[in-house]
């Protein structure tokens, strides 16, 4: 099949991925549509981000602050700023960082301490909307990686749900990287299992983000509501 002008270009790739993550919807009986890419944009600059709303993203993770809060300023300047993109914070979140994320952002997915929650919720300005916000579990208990662990993960919920200016809608998690597609959904598994169970716990907890480049197959099996894709959208770190 003859390749279109667009195959390599980052348009081509949001659209390609896009279409496949609608395929494995429709293989593993999900709901058509239930499954939200999130383009990773980080370290590529305001005209690779437009690019790939001009394709149709609309959600944008960011991993450094002052790297998102310089791209967000490019792309609010006229003659044609981008007023209805949701910008997702998914980095490690330092305490020096939290006002400029709690005043920017419309999502954090890498909550996982009660210091950090209380942080946001508090510099929340009021005219805002309650920030989104996803606790991040470490799946492995690696330590080199954030997150808290799965047994400590309904209290850390239990204690965002009370901050009124943070709205609690879901779990996170990086797992260790692996190329089977079995152990993938089995590293998945119980991560999904306890979504499923706290949502009966939690009526907002309605996002599971898992799955990236090269386990979002996978993650689409058990349950991800929410894919986060960088390098096979925008290509290699600028």
Wanted: proline content about 5%.
């Amino acid at each position: 099949m003859a390749q279109t002008r667009d195959d390599n270009t980052i348009a081509g790739n949001y659209r390609r991925i896009l279409a496949r993550i609608r395929t494995q919807e429709e293989h593993f009986r999900r709901k058509p549509g239930s499954v939200l890419l999130l383009a990773v944009s980080k370290t590529h600059g305001a005209d690779r981000v437009r690019e790939a709303y001009a394709a149709g993203a609309r959600d944008f993770g960011e991993n450094y602050v002052q790297e998102a809060l310089d791209k967000m300023a490019l792309l609010e300047q006229t003659p044609h700023p981008l007023t209805d993109i949701t910008w997702h914070f998914i980095g490690p979140i330092q305490s020096n960082k939290t006002r400029d994320i709690a005043a920017s952002f419309d999502w954090v997915h890498s909550v996982d301490r009660l210091k950090i929650a209380r942080r946001l919720n508090d510099q929340r300005p009021e005219l805002l909307p309650a920030l989104n916000v996803c606790i991040q579990v470490n799946l492995s208990n690696e330590d080199s990686k954030s997150g808290v662990p799965l047994s400590e993960v309904e209290s850390l919920c239990a204690d965002v749900a009370r901050l009124p200016r943070l709205q609690l809608r879901g779990l996170m998690a990086i797992p260790a990287p692996c190329q089977d597609h079995a152990q993938q959904r089995a590293a998945f598994k119980p991560l999904a299992t306890e979504f499923y169970r706290l949502q009966q716990q939690f009526p907002s907890l309605d996002t599971l983000s898992i799955g990236m480049s090269d386990d979002f197959d996978a993650a689409i099996a058990e349950g991800s509501t929410m894919i986060r894709i960088g390098t096979a959208i925008f290509g290699a770190r600028g």
